[in-house]
């Protein structure tokens, strides 16, 4: 018996339909990014383990997708290493490669590898797959599309403000209502700081970014199991809850608690120039401070962002900040870069829950040509290189077979129009078009198709 054909889990497939829609989001996202004046990289889906390991934090190594080296990858691993104490040294004596965990550190590799033949400020986008070991649920894959948008060689917050204008010109072409939320890791310091902390700067946001997943209680426990004490937790909580019916109000309040800090007068320095900024653009989407913002992965340093859609609770659908020295592990020091990424498939998952994907984006073919026989076959093929050499999808169906059998495929996939041609439209050099919608048939010839389909 066949065994049964399955995929990993946390992977999927995509129909054409599926296909189609994200295509449309694709090209919605990439239509912001070029308009923008970024340019399109690629790099490779498997990156060397040691450009990998580290750079996410402990949390994000233990979500490497590690490959195994070629060959016999055990031949030179002795018994020590394969005791389950050094599991973790094994690992890498096996495994020298893994699938890439997001597009930004790649990015920075790249950046490094070819800073000679790049412009500084370098603006780039990329949209390729990324992995990681998560337990799947809804919106969370182990195989996922990042759309992500960088800019890097310069410090300037103009460059966090045209990102926030990216991610409102695109939810609001894909009709999403968001709120972009904002805040600052030299913020996230200083509250570090005031509650007595300071080192424990990366143990404080990996647990504060995971509020949303696991709630306010199990955040405590994380924090009490990395040594900080139950009076630290109730000042952390004051930061937390801070309230304010506006920006301003917030920033008022956050900067009485703050005090005199000084990385944290720097943070907001930085968020009162980006509002001040925003102040002046047609931002439709909400842009809010808040404090909850942590974003756990360690290499970021200024900036923070995270989207939410306001319709559908489904977690972040954009994210990303500032980053000043992610290819200092690379060897190239003191450059600063900004970055945000559309996570496509919550996106996707977004618009079709809220019955959002446009109808038109979904049609491949938009004519077909029925076929009655060969004498057809041969009337018809000249026009149906005529549709396409002017921009019109279009396809003859390959047999002569059932009339049934043939508009039924077209029905299945959403052809808007079928066009016949037997003895009598071949002796007038015309066609006869058939809207699938309406039922209306009218006797045209091929140049006045075209024309009602432009």
Known sequence: MAQKPSIPKGTRDFSPIEMARRNYIFDTIRESFIRFGFEAIETPAMENLSSLLGKYGDEGD??????????????????????????????????????????????????????????????????????????????????????????IGSTSLLNEVELIQIVDDVFR?????????????????????????????????????????????????????????????????????????????????????????SIGSIGMSELDKVFSYLKDMDIKNKVELDLNLARGLSYYTGAIIEVVANDVSIGSICG????????????????????????????????????????????????????????????????????????INSEIYPENTKMKKQMTYANNKNIPFVLLAGENEIKEGKLTVKNMKSSEQSLINIDEFIDLIK
């Not at 020298?96 to 500084?120: C, S, W």
């Open 62 to 151: 233990k979500l490497l997708f590690k490959i195994l080296n070629s060959g016999n990858y055990l031949s030179k691993i002795g018994d020590t290493e394969l005791l389950p104490e050094n599991s973790k040294q094994l690992s890498t004596l096996i495994c020298e490669k893994g699938l890439r965990y997001d597009l930004t550190v790649p990015f920075a590799r790249y950046v490094v590898q070819h800073r000679n033949d790049i412009t500084f400020p370098f603006k780039r986008y990329q949209i390729q797959a990324v992995w990681r070991a998560d337990r799947p649920q809804k919106g969370r894959y182990r195989e996922f599309f990042q759309c992500d948008v960088d800019v």
């Open 173 to 261: 072409k894909l009709n999403i209502s968001a709120t972009i939320k904002i805040n600052n890791r030299k913020i996230l310091a200083a509250i570090a700081e005031k509650i007595g902390y300071p080192e424990k700067l990366t143990d404080i946001t990996v647990a504060m970014d995971k509020l949303d997943k696991i709630g306010l209680e199990k955040v405590h426990e994380e924090l009490l199991s990395k040594g900080i004490s139950e009076d630290s937790l109730e000042m952390l909580d004051v930061f937390m809850n801070l309230q304010g019916n506006s920006n301003d109000e917030k920033m008022g309040c956050l900067r009485e608690l703050i005090g005199n800090s």
């Open 320 to 391: 990303g900040g500032r980053y000043d020295d992610l290819t200092g592990i690379f060897g190239l020091k003191d450059v600063s870069g900004v970055g945000v990424s559309f996570g496509a498939d919550r996106i996707y998952d977004v618009l079709l829950q809220l019955d959002l994907f446009p109808g038109e984006s979904m049609v491949s073919t938009q004519a077909m040509f029925v076929n009655f026989g060969e004498k057809e076959e041969e009337y018809c093929l000249p026009l149906l290189a005529k549709l396409r050499a002017a921009g």
